[in-house]
C-alpha cells in the first residue's frame, strides 16, 4: 500500500457540504478525512461541530463588542447634541478652546 493511498485511507468527514451548481447546487459528503470524533461520527476539523461552535461565539462576541461601540457613539452624539441646544456654535468653539488653555495651564502647574 503506498503512502498516499493509506493518507486517503480512515474514516470521511460525517459533515453534508453544499456545492453551488449554477442557480442551485446540492448536498454532498465533505471529501476530507475525519481526524476527530463527535457523538461517535467522524469529522474534519472544519466541520467538527465543537471548532465550528467556537468560532461561531468568537464571532457573536465581536459583533456584539460593534453593536455596543456604536451604541456607546450614539449615546454620546446624543449627549453631545442635547448640551449644546441653545449655544451657539461660535460659544462651543470658545469653550472648546477655553478648556484646552485651562488643561494647559493644569499641566504647567504640576511639578
Ligand atoms: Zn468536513
Redesign the pocket.
Known amino acids: 500500500m503506498s503512502k498516499a493511498k493509506a493518507k486517503s485511507d480512515g474514516p470521511k ?1 460525517s ?1 453534508q ?1 453544499y456545492t453551488r451548481i449554477g442557480r442551485w447546487g446540492r448536498f454532498s459528503p ?1 471529501a ?1 478525512r475525519g481526524v476527530v470524533e463527535r457523538d461517535g461520527k467522524p ?2 476539523r ?2 467538527d461541530p465543537e471548532a465550528a461552535k467556537a468560532r461561531r461565539e468568537e464571532q457573536d462576541a465581536k459583533h456584539q463588542a460593534e453593536s455596543d461601540a456604536r451604541a456607546e457613539r450614539r449615546t454620546r452624539e446624543y449627549l453631545l447634541d442635547r448640551l449644546a441646544v441653545g449655544v451657539s456654535t461660535e460659544t462651543l468653539q470658545a469653550l472648546l478652546d477655553a478648556g484646552r488653555t485651562l488643561a494647559v495651564m493644569l499641566r504647567e502647574e504640576t511639578p
Open positions: 468527514c459533515a457540504v465533505c476530507n469529522y474534519c472544519t466541520h
